[in-house]
């Protein structure tokens, strides 16, 4: 079945049939004495009265089938109707009152007019304002969802950032403690024959402590020499002149800076090429006392 198709009424009757049944209630109620049309009029009056206006609306429906050409309760109808705001309907029962012979107050139907036009007016302005809000719902809510996805960016920034700088702090701490193990391995490998062991450090380690600061190498104090008396020579006996270490020819050497942080083996590594001549450093400079008292700015002879 289309919407256009007509809805068929094949229910079956209750009784004869007959389509009187309004009539001859209206014909009972008169052979006893009752004034059906009478009685609902008024109790329709004091109901609308007492602001009861959806049963005093029910009596006049009651009436108005009783009698459908009774003009004064079209009337009461459209007046209740418009107590109601119901302006249309109100209108049409004030049609059905003039064209039942009544005559109609032209100031109450322009009232209940300009109140279905004013109704009218509200209820496009009422639509134009929820189609204003309903976009302005739509545009908070794409806001909404841009912002999210801008806040669910930032945080993996903020993650990955934080990553980088756990990293940092990770590779800062591994080069200390490596440089430390090596400004210690230098303290007590220097003075010794055997060249201090380098350490290797892989490209993954060496890339994050890239400008990592230096630590500066701790002021080391030359050991206090003890002669004992045995070594002494005797009294009268000639002084034993020890003749001074030779040293190269000034045409023949050149001077190095002592920075921080450097050690015998480190400078002949950058000097020669290689950590081996260490021991060379430590002859042609004789006031190293054994390659332990390198001081950051100190003038080393390079052989």
């Known amino acids: 079945m289309t919407a256009l198709d007509p809805i068929p009424f094949d229910e079956v009757p209750r009784g004869t049939g007959t389509p009187h049944g309004v ?35 029910d009596r006049l429906r009651m ?22 705001q119901r302006w ?22 322009g009232r209940l007019e300009a109140a279905r036009d004013d109704s009218r007016d509200d209820a496009a302005r009422n639509e134009r304002i929820t189609a204003r809000t309903a976009g302005e719902v739509n ?17 993996r920034i903020a993650k990955e950032e934080t990553d980088k700088a756990r990293l940092w702090m990770s590779a800062t701490t ?36 890239a400008v990592a600061p230096q630590v500066e190498a701790p002021e080391v104090v030359a050991p206090e020499v003890v002669v004992p008396d045995s070594a002494l020579p005797a009294p009268g006996a000639a002084p034993v002149v020890t003749p001074p270490a030779p040293t190269a020819p000034p045409s023949q050497a050149s001077t190095y800076t002592v920075r921080s942080g450097d050690s015998l083996a480190g400078i002949s590594g950058k000097v020669y090429g290689t950590e081996a001549r260490w021991k060379e450093l430590q002859d042609a400079n004789p006031s190293l006392n054994g390659g332990i008292a390198l001081q950051p700015g100190m003038k080393l002879v390079v052989p």
């Open 63 to 84: 009436l108005l089938c009783l009698d459908p050409h009774d003009a004064a309760a079209h009337l009461l109808l459209a007046k209740v109707f418009g107590s109601q």
């Open 174 to 209: 591994a080069a200390a403690i490596i440089g430390l193990i090596g400004l210690t391995m230098t303290l007590v490998f220097g003075g010794q024959d055997t060249p201090a062991p380098t350490i290797e450090l892989s490209p993954e380690i060496l890339a994050p402590v």
């Open 23 to 57: 009539k001859g209630i209206a014909s009972v109620l008169d052979s006893h004495g009752v004034d059906a049309s009478s009685d609902l009029y008024d109790e329709a009056v004091v109901l609308a009265r007492q602001g009861h206006l959806g049963r005093s609306r």
């Open 88 to 109: 249309s309907d109100a209108i049409k029962e004030l049609d059905a009152a003039q064209s039942c012979g009544m005559r109609v107050d032209p100031t109450l139907r």
């Open 139 to 155: 545009a908070l809510r794409e806001e909404a969802r841009r912002l999210r996805a801008e806040n669910t960016r930032l945080e």
